[in-house]
């Protein structure tokens, strides 16, 4: 299981964390999170100067937060292009397929729930209600149940993030915390097997644990000692 720390500065865009999940391997996703980490820094580089204009460039104190910031620009120009990439992606088509695997995730987790631990594949399992339910409303993408198939077995190791940001958005006054919310979801479709059988809905193995990090590294700014991750 790939593990992945989410500091508070990201949390803020845990939206743009579940985008860069739509890429359709884990290779490819983690740079995606990566690219994302990156534009965090230069959001808040840019919140640095509407806040206090270019003097704190000038700041001997400063020195080597400034080195850092002019050194690492390129590498921050990249990742902005490469998202940027990763977003058309995902409004083309990988946003479509990731609610669908993501829906998937939670009639999966409403049966653990029930205690009735439906098998996915079975003739009248998760992936032929959800095949049934597009039929008769006429969503595209989800009618073919060897295409269900295929997006749940690409995204099954993610669907937990998505899940728990829907959930937060829908009962805010739950006031539950994104990733430890995210966390249980991941355990109960790792931990929980369909009936009759002894595998999990998900392998461990297969999916990326998101978890809080409240370590910051990085040169820091000087007037409001603003540590800078960008891993």
């Known amino acids: 299981m790939l593990t992945i720390s989410i500091n508070e500065r990201e949390i803020d865009f845990i939206e743009l964390i579940r985008l860069a999940l739509s890429e359709g391997s884990i290779e490819e996703r983690v740079q995606a999170i990566k690219n994302v980490k990156q534009d965090v820094v230069a959001w808040r580089i840019n919140m640095l100067s509407g806040e206090h204009g270019t003097c ?17 620009s390129a590498e921050r120009h990249e990742a902005s292009f490469e998202f940027l990439l990763t977003t058309r992606r995902y409004e083309d088509k990988n946003n479509h397929k990731l609610n669908i695997a993501e829906h998937i995730g939670e009639l999966i987790w409403l049966s653990i729930q029930d205690e009735k631990f439906e098998g996915v594949q079975t003739d009248r399992g998760i992936l032929q209600q959800v095949r049934d339910d597009a039929k008769e409303s006429g969503v595209r993408g989800a009618r073919d149940r060897d295409t269900l198939r295929k997006i749940w077995n690409t995204y099954r190791g993610v669907v937990h993030l998505g899940r728990a940001i829907d959930f937060c958005e829908n009962y805010p006054e739950q006031k539950w915390d994104v990733l430890h919310l995210a966390e249980l979801f991941r355990k109960g479709l790792s931990e929980n097997c369909p009936k009759g059988t002894s595998k999990p809905y998900v392998s461990p193995d297969d999916q990326i644990s998101f978890v809080y990090s409240s370590k910051l590294s990085g040169p820091r700014f000087r007037d409001r000692g603003l540590p800078f991750n960008v891993e």
């Not at 704190?56 to 690492?72: G, L, T, Y």
């Open 56 to 72: 704190w460039a000038s700041d001997p104190n400063n020195a080597e937060f400034v080195q850092w910031v002019a050194k690492s």
